[in-house]
């Protein structure tokens, strides 16, 4: 099983980036599948999720800026991210899970200056 993040970067305040993760090796469409974040010092929180039948939740700072999707063809789950705040800043990782167990995928980092 494997879930590669990609699409972290550098930006400033106010813009825009859009993180990818491809699975394999798991039957994705029968996954929920969700973003979380970690920031220097703090605990990894859940950032966004979307469950098999497209139904998405989002924690309360991200609201309004970041749209969670899924592609079930590609096998990808994204986070498009708008509006970043240097808050937002955090080591963003992507998780699948479905009764029985889950997986990590590696993280990409997200940094957005002020």
């Known amino acids: 099983v494997q879930l590669q993040a990609s699409g972290g970067g550098s930006v400033q305040a106010g813009g825009s980036l859009r993180l990818s993760c491809a699975a394999s090796?798991?039957?994705?469409?029968?996954?929920?599948m969700a973003w979380y974040r970690q920031a220097p010092g703090k605990q990894r929180e859940l950032v966004a999720e979307i469950t098999t039948g497209g139904s998405t939740d989002y924690a309360d700072s991200v609201k309004g800026r970041f749209t969670i999707s899924r592609d079930n063809a590609k096998n990808t789950v994204y986070l498009q991210m708008n509006s970043l705040e240097p808050e937002d800043t955090a080591v963003y990782y992507c998780?699948?899970?479905?009764?029985?167990?889950?997986?990590w995928g590696q993280g990409t980092l997200v940094t957005v200056s002020s």
């Open positions: 998780k699948a899970r479905r009764l029985g167990g889950y997986y």
């Open positions: 090796g798991i039957a994705f469409s029968l996954y929920l």
